[in-house]
């Protein structure tokens, strides 16, 4: 009886160990793909990017074209972080003088967003610009009537750009000054180029939140706006759809969504307000979400876009 339970128990330990080696091999080969999209958001991930994009090289980060400057600003009281690309030119050339891009990041961003889903440092070379990305903090770009520690436009437009102006080598007119961005950085880089134009002669959106009111008391607007219900007005006052009466054909502008994008909407209807008052503007559409395999594509088109511009101010 005795040796008829060893043998059972036995048997029973090799039927678990096989089981379990079988369950390990299933589970390593479940694992995910170290070639996901990092998730850190303030420095250079080493784990590879999607194919869809390019993952910057630590020395190209360290090397004399890329930089993260920290501007004070005033009207904050506070310091900002903000990253400087600059063209490979720039640093061989010390005559040359260049234009400007302001890049916008989205929502729950900052500053290294861009540059960690593209190389920054080679487009600013293609192109021969200096590409500036603030830290935007989830700010939605304009000075908050309720919080006088969220001041961005007046940042962006004064602060930083007087910041960038005063030590870097640049072209300081608008028509060799760009902004555009990114969901969130979308919305703002339009609400700040149509409130300057003459600041910014050219401007764009990628997957712009360009109507604020169909995000009520999300995405932390309800923080710089208050709460919609209390705060209507407000909300319409700051969103860049309702700007476009007020436009003049004073700026090249360059706007697109994808088709699936849940914005996609709101990006027509801002379409449709800028055909109907007669504001030129290039808008275009093709498949893709809101994701970075959208906007890296899209940022190469907003800089062709740009460089016409800045190579021909008449086009």
Known sequence: MRTS????????AIITLCCLSCKANTNSSQQPSTSQAPTTKVKIPRKAAPKTTRQPQQ???????????TVPSKKMAREINNLIVLPKQYVSDDN????????????????????????????????????????????????SPVDPSFQFDTFITQELRNYVENNYRTINDAQHRAITGLSMGGHGALWLAWRNPDIYGCC???SGAVDITTLKDRFKIDKRLGKY?????????????????????????????????????????????????????????????????????SLKQHLDFFAKYFNNPNN
Request: charged fraction near 20%; hydrophobic fraction near 40%.
């Open 96 to 143: 040359k003088l260049y234009p400007v891009v302001y890049l916008l990041n989205g929502y729950s961003d900052n500053h290294m967003a861009w540059m960690n889903h593209i190389n920054l440092a080679e487009l600013a070379t293609k192109y021969g610009i200096i590409i500036v990305c603030p830290d935007g903090q989830d700010s939605w770009y304009f000075d």
């Open 229 to 297: 219900a209390s705060h209507e007005q407000s909300w319409h006052e700051h969103s860049v759809i309702n700007l476009v009466p007020t436009l003049e054909n004073k700026q090249h502008i360059i706007i697109d969504d994808g088709t699936q994008d849940f914005l996609i909407k709101e990006n027509r209807a801002l379409h449709a307000a800028l055909d109907k008052h007669g504001i030129k503007h290039n808008y275009s559409e093709r498949p893709g979400r809101h994701s970075w395999d959208y906007w890296v594509v």
């Open 5 to 12: 339970i060893n043998k059972i128990v036995a048997c029973t």
């Open 204 to 206: 764009g959106s990628m």
């Open 59 to 69: 020395e190209v980060f360290n090397s004399p074209q890329v930089s993260v400057v």
